[in-house]
Every structure is written in structure tokens, then in C-alpha cells.
């Protein structure tokens, strides 16, 4: 078995830009003509503390509107360990609501090298990411503006300065970041997400009411913006 949870005809490159290696798809995989592919990591999980179970439930339900809405994109949750705990509730999850695993499957990799390391394209990253919008910070979001390189820093700057939990910002990626020329990731959607870590600021004090409220926002975001890219 792969790293992967999908079936194995989803690993292959079906992006707009690549449409020279449709050959290489095995017969039944989705006609490569143009399936938008959306990586994005559980939102506030980790550093964030935010509740497994009650980010699975929001994911899943939050994916089943997505899909049911759009034909020419598929979403992957990514997480960088086999043994992660959020992939695989919301896999389980997603199996028990029958979501169709072409439009929506998990992946376990580093979400920044889902292509040369996994064979998996993806031309939308989703990173979750702190209310300055800056790099480092540990987790996900220093692992994407490194990987990006400082294209991706100011291109974000250009756009905005900070943002409010809930909400997304769709970012362009420039040509010359690494991160599009390697892994063919031509957007990057920043989310930030409820925080539930006293550590870090907007700390929501274990207040699920609005944290639950805040996440289901944030995802809407996400997959809006991931929308505004395929129109
Ligand atoms: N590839 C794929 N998934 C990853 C990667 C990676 N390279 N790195 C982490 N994850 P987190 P949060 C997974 O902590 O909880 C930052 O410092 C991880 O296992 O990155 O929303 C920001 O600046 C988990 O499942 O984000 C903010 O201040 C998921 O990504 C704060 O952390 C999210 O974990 C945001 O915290």
C-alpha cells in the first residue's frame, strides 16, 4: 500500500498544466481535462488545540457541501503522518456519509512537496496560518512560506497585512516561487482558523459555541476562495 488512502488512479498528475502526461493515467481515472486539486491541513488542530472530533465533524460536513456543489475539483486533507488521529476520523467519517473518494480522499505527506514526493498534483495549498500573516511560527505555515521562499511573503503583503479568524485570502503565487515551479502550486490560500491555545492570541477560552462557529467559517472561506480560483 501507498501513502495514499485514495484509490491509486488519483495519484497521478491531472492538472491543467500537465496535460502531456495524460498517457501515463490509468484507464478509469478521472478525464484529466481539468481537475482543480485543493491540499489543505486540518485547520487549528494542532498548534491551535482545537478539538479532533469536533474539527472532523466540521470538515466532513463542510466537504460534503463543497462536493455536492462542483464537478471540476477534488479536495485532499493532508497531514504528515501515517498515525494521524484527524485523518483518520474524518476518513472514517467520510466513508459513513458515502462522499464520493474522486472528489474527496486524505493524503499522508508534507503538504509542500505533494507532488515531488508524493506524485500527487495539487495546484491550490490551503495554509493555515497565524492572524499576521507572517512566516515561521512552527507547523504548516512555516513549513509553506519556506518552502515558497520570499515571493510568497510579499505577494501576501501586497494583499493584506492581517486577518480576522474565519476568514481566507486567496494569494497568486508568483512563477519564480519554488514552490510553483517544483510542485506546480499556483495559489495559496491562507486560513486562519479558532484558536483555543492560551499561548497564542484570539485565545477563545475553550468556547465551542464559537469556536465550532469560527471553524465552519474558516472552511467556508477556504473552499469559497478554492471556488473563486476555478471560475
Ligand atoms: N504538511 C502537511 N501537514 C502539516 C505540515 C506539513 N508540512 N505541518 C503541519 N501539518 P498547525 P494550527 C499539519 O499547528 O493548529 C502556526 O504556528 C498538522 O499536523 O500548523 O491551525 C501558525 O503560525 C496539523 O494536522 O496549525 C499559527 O500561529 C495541521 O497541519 C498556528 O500555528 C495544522 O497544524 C496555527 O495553528
Redesign the pocket.
Known amino acids: 500500500e501507498g501513502n495514499c488512502s485514495a484509490p491509486s488512479d488519483h495519484v497521478h498528475k491531472e492538472m491543467k498544466h500537465c496535460q502531456d502526461q495524460e498517457m501515463d493515467m490509468p484507464t478509469g481515472a478521472i478525464s484529466s481535462d481539468s481537475v482543480y486539486t485543493l491540499a489543505f491541513?486540518?485547520?487549528?488542530?494542532?498548534?491551535?488545540h482545537f478539538n479532533l472530533e469536533k474539527a472532523c465533524d466540521i470538515i466532513v460536513e463542510k466537504v460534503e457541501e463543497f462536493v455536492n456543489k462542483v464537478n471540476n475539483a477534488r479536495l485532499v486533507l493532508?497531514?504528515?503522518s501515517h498515525g494521524?488521529k484527524?485523518l483518520s476520523l474524518v476518513r472514517t467519517k467520510a466513508a459513513q456519509k458515502k462522499i464520493d473518494s474522486k472528489k474527496f480522499f486524505t493524503f499522508v505527506g508534507?503538504?509542500?512537496r505533494l507532488y515531488t514526493e508524493g506524485g500527487l498534483g495539487c495546484n491550490v495549498i490551503a495554509n493555515?496560518?497565524?492572524w499576521r500573516l507572517k512566516p515561521g511560527?512552527?507547523?504548516?505555515?512555516?513549513?509553506i512560506f519556506n518552502a515558497a521562499g520570499p515571493a510568497l511573503e510579499s505577494a501576501t503583503k501586497e494583499r493584506a497585512g492581517s486577518l480576522a479568524p474565519g476568514k481566507a485570502l486567496v494569494v497568486p503565487l508568483p512563477s519564480n516561487s519554488p514552490l510553483f515551479a517544483k510542485e506546480g502550486v499556483t495559489h495559496v490560500i491562507h486560513v486562519l482558523?479558532p484558536n483555543m491555545n492560551p499561548q497564542?492570541p484570539n485565545y477563545l477560552n475553550n468556547d465551542y459555541v464559537k469556536g465550532c462557529k469560527v471553524l465552519r467559517e474558516a472552511y467556508s472561506s477556504l473552499f469559497e476562495g478554492f471556488a473563486t480560483i476555478l471560475s
Open positions: 491541513p486540518s485547520i487549528s488542530t494542532a498548534d491551535f493532508v497531514d504528515l494521524s484527524i508534507d503538504i509542500t493555515a496560518t497565524n511560527g512552527g507547523g504548516v505555515n512555516a513549513a482558523g497564542r
